[in-house]
């Protein structure tokens, strides 16, 4: 009986085609050919269709200089940065599976999170990672500014850059106030009291008490831009649901259409810099 | 060994601190062709991690805060702005040192061969990606994503902090009102960062590191970014206790600490002490000198400094009126917290122009 399987089995694997014949099949067949329109990138045509026609790769230029793609000259700070926003993504939509942008529950999913949740380990990444990515940014402008890179054609790109940076701050400290714990409450009411005194728009900034009608202040605690920020007088439920919207919808919509024209404009401006 | 701690926090005060961080900069400038020589950078390496194990072992207090999971981002800072700083620099010295050979910077060498992204950059991108999801992960597993008690407004932490990376600016609050520190100032920086390239028409230096080409964008650059902001973060996350009173990095943050308030304004300085007069009543009237200090600062002095500093008037040359006046005026803005910082360490001066009734103190 065991003999007989035995050799039931020899024969069907002598039968069956090698390796090389099944990757073969696979890779001329109708399914892999309608998906990767090129052969294994080995090739210069293969390695020029290879980034040509991939809707990911096809941010690159097909051919770089070489001085450009040395980890010494750029650091890699761009692509960091980039690659903790998608993390950031990523992570940030699971933690919106769990999280409700209310004073009664946003505190407490956020202890359910770390108690119940199997592996929850998203808001570490997201937290560790939105620190890190506050860190890549300023290294990537760093980077920029010693290699001279700001300088022409790629002036403009250098202030979509400063705009992301803030846009980076921004994302930021707008998602500090969400765990809704005394570290997020008091740290955005230290950062968000400066709205007051902002000249003209803020109750308690100077010439704001200049914008009246008829001795009727316009500019008060109740209508400046403190208040518009805060959705009231100080940190509260209405500045989580604000913060939350800003932190999940607004800010990153910003920030994805911004990097689409700075990665846009680094090939239009000619690629990654380097000594004409 | 407490000897040495007291010592250390009877040395630091804020005037020392920037004083010894300038000196640390003006160090780095002059001395880079020596600091930069890998030997030496690994020696600096290891006398900060020293410093800091240091710190750790004998300073329970210190080593509660440098413990602190959102302080990570600090020390992560530090060494890769240290890191990256040596990078630039070592690469920028060997380039100058080619330069003055009448040889181009090594960048050239492999700038006009091209090569295909995939796979020479696309690999160097996926290594890049997986040690940084890695290190990602890793850190995350590791520490716990703090989570202090649920938010009430009925307790205020002393002392309340801004976010890490806004420490600067809630150190410029110090020196400056909040209409200045936290809405004027941070937009001039962010909108000084974007004209950078609208003002610095220096055509080398573009494509590779170097210092001596490029002296006069480097330098003031740096001096912002490491004095007026990564050293303000780390002073304002290790020695910023309650109350936003300063304490040395190993002293306990006592929060019954007393400190004398004896800031004097501008005005009382003038009329009171010097004149002997009384404060007139008419607000205008009695911040004339301030009115007057300040005006000299934004308009006398850009045609003074101009006319005395041969290199200003090369710049105008060179510039124009109108990008040369941003300049000057951007960097006066820049100026203005240090000189604010050592009139406060000198003469207790509170506000140069003091007019509460509006808001409007400088």
Known sequence: ??????????????????????????????????????????????????VLSNVFLHLHPVKARHSGVKMSYTWCMGGLSFFLFLNLTVTGILLMFYYRPTAEYAYYDIVALREHVPLGIMREIHRWG??????????????????????????FNWVIGVILLVITLLLSFTGYLLPWDQLAMWAITVG??????????????????????????????????????????FVSEATLIRFYVLHCVVVPIVAATLMAIHFWRVRKDGGISGPL | MHYILDAIDFVLQPWSYFLFSVIAFWAMIKYREKWTEPAFAVKLLWGAIGAIVFSMVYSVHFREIASLPDNVPIFLMVFSVGFFTWLSFRQGVLNDRRIAQGQPPIEKETSDKKVYVWPDLVYIEFIATVVAGVVLLIWSLCLHAPLEQAATPAWTPNPSKAPWYFLGLQEMLVYYDPWLAGVVFPTLIIVGLMAIPYIDKNPKGAGYYTFNERKLAIIPFLFGFFILWVTLIFLGTFMRGPGWNFFGPYENWDLHKVVVLNNVNL???????????????????????GFLAVGFYLIGLPPLLTKKIPLLQELLEKMGVVRYGILIFLFLSMAALPIKMVLRWLINLKYIVAIPEIFFNI
Do not use: C
Request: charged content about 20%; glycine content about 10%.
């Open chain 1, 192 to 233: 968000t009291n400066m709205a007051r005194a902002t000249p003209f728009m803020g109750y308690e900034g100077p010439g704001a008490s200049m914008i009246q009608i008829g001795g009727v202040h316009l500019v008060n605690g109740g209508s400046d831009i403190h208040f518009a920020l805060l959705g009231g007088h």
């Open chain 1, 1 to 50: 009986m065991l003999d007989k399987l035995k050799k039931k089995i020899d024969e069907i694997f002598a039968q069956s085609p090698s390796p090389e014949a099944v990757k073969k099949a696979i890779a001329e067949g109708q399914v892999w050919k309608s998906i990767f329109r090129h052969g294994y990138p080995d090739t210069p045509r293969n390695r020029v269709m290879a």
């Open chain 1, 130 to 155: 939105a620190h890190a990515m506050v860190i890549a940014v300023w290294l990537h402008m760093f980077r920029v500014f010693m290699t001279g890179s700001y300088k022409p054609p790629r002036e």
């Open chain 2, 267 to 289: 005005s009382e300085y003038i009329w009171v002490r010097i004149l002997g007069i009384g404060l007139p009543s008419n607000f205008l009237l009695r911040e004339i000198w």
